[in-house]
């Protein structure tokens, strides 16, 4: 049965009923304490959070995939500001990886006075769309949309979970001068994993040799992760994500909006992304071509 789920808002932003509440969201913004050894993985919904999870596990090992085939990947990494997340940060290895969907204005505030660093990832809003629209039919948190442009439309408006995803990004780039802060794109992933792990590691001062990297690139593939029972969240209960109705680990491509989007709606997105956008003064990868 597919029951209508309730969004509230927190300052302004969508949450869902399940996994977040007022107080925990105010925790997290207010009060949670952020350690000057903390990295924090910071996305938009749907733009390759796990993926760097995965890469961030792995680096902490060296390569070594037995943490990342033994523990979930949600305890390696929690969300700092839900529900779950709160109760499983206290057994989390130090220093911490945490993960985080908060868009910049209510971020953890002790983290601008620390020394924490945050990776922030970014993905062609067009393929978050198509993957979002697959995950709310299998995460018990999200509303189910009647069909595509319904969602299409909710996207755009920002009538979503965390909200829009121009407000999202436009928020956390005021970072990027930051030498605490580090962005790079799922795409940049996807073409080259080697580079951006070397990259990822200059930034985080890691030093692997080339053979613990290939390790890392190695299980860090999305079929490695698909097959990974402790990454691909097999192991959550079905209540929660329901897998009967769809893969977590579902295509892990690029351009799949080529196959959802009519000529119309491309068109439209991308008078609404120029204009959103235009202030900013970042080309991302996806808008090279
Ligand atoms: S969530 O639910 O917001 O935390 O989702 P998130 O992890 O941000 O994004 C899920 C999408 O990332 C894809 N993914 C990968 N792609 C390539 N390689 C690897 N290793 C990988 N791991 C996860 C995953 O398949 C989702 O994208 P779609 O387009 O739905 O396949």
Not at 240 to 253: A, V
Request: net charge negative.
């Amino acid at each position: 049965m597919q029951m209508t789920m309730k969004y509230f808002t927190y300052k302004g932003v969508n949450f869902s009923t399940v996994s977040y509440s007022e107080e925990c969201l105010s925790f997290a913004e207010n009060e949670f304490k952020v350690l000057d050894d903390d990295v924090y993985i910071v996305t938009y919904p749907k733009s390759g959070t796990n993926w760097m999870i995965e890469i961030l596990s792995l680096l902490r090992t060296k390569g070594d995939p037995t943490w990342c085939n033994t523990v979930p990947i949600w305890l390696r990494s929690p969300w700092y500001e839900t529900l779950e997340g709160q109760s499983q940060i206290k057994d989390v290895i130090v220093p911490r990886v945490l993960t985080s969907h908060l868009p910049f204005h209510i971020f953890a505030k002790s983290f601008f006075t620390s020394k924490a660093k945050i990776i922030y990832i970014l993905r062609n809003p067009k393929d978050i769309l198509v993957s979002l629209f697959h995950f709310s039919k299998i995460l018990c948190l999200y509303k189910d949309p009647e069909n595509f442009q319904e969602l299409f439309e909710d996207f755009l408006q920002g009538n979503v979970l965390y909200n829009s995803w121009f407000d999202h990004v436009k928020g956390w780039m005021q970072m990027k001068d930051n030498n605490k802060f580090f962005f790079i794109t799922y795409e940049e992933l996807h073409e080259d994993l080697r580079s951006s792990v070397v990259r990822i590691c200059e930034f985080l001062g890691k030093d692997l040799d080339e053979s613990q990297i290939d390790l890392v690139v190695k299980h860090a593939s999305f079929n490695a992760m698909k097959e990974n029972k402790m990454s691909n969240y097999s192991v959550i209960p079905q209540d929660f994500m329901d897998q009967t109705k769809g893969s977590f680990m579902r295509k892990g491509i690029t351009g799949d909006w080529k196959n959802y989007f009519t000529v119309a709606q491309n068109t439209y997105f991308d008078k609404v992304y120029q204009e959103k956008m235009k202030d900013l003064n970042i080309k991302f990868f996806w808008e090279q071509s």
